[in-house]
């Protein structure tokens, strides 16, 4: 079992980074995104406010598909709206990890 699992991870390895990497106009639009209206509950700087932080030291240990899946489907009975209609699940996994590596101001 461990070995299918190693083998089906291993075959899809080459296909995560650059199957999520947004193109660089759809990673400005991204970005805008977080900064405007994440940022309107999770701070502008993104350090929390009604939502929790979303600082890359605060991302650190949570799980990418996790929040990837909270992203997507939002949080019934709290303010996190689902963005599923606006992102992608490849983009919402891209901002996870631009999250979890201090994100960005702007794509050049």
């Known amino acids: 079992m ?18 999520e990497a947004p193109t660089p106009g759809r990673a400005r639009e991204l970005i805008h995104l977080v900064r405007q209206e994440c940022g309107f509950c999770h701070g502008l700087r993104l350090t929390g406010g009604l939502g929790a932080p979303l600082t890359a030291e605060a991302m650190r240990d949570r799980p990418a598909e996790t929040m990837t899946a909270v992203i997507l489907d939002g949080i019934p009975g709290t303010a996190m709206p689902p963005w599923r209609p606006f992102v992608s699940e490849a983009e919402a996994h891209w901002i996870i ?7 960005p101001n702007d794509v050049r």
């Open 97 to 103: 990890v631009k999250l979890k590596e201090g994100f």
């Open 2 to 19: 461990i070995a299918r699992l190693a083998l089906f991870a291993t075959l899809l390895a080459p296909f995560s980074a650059s199957a």
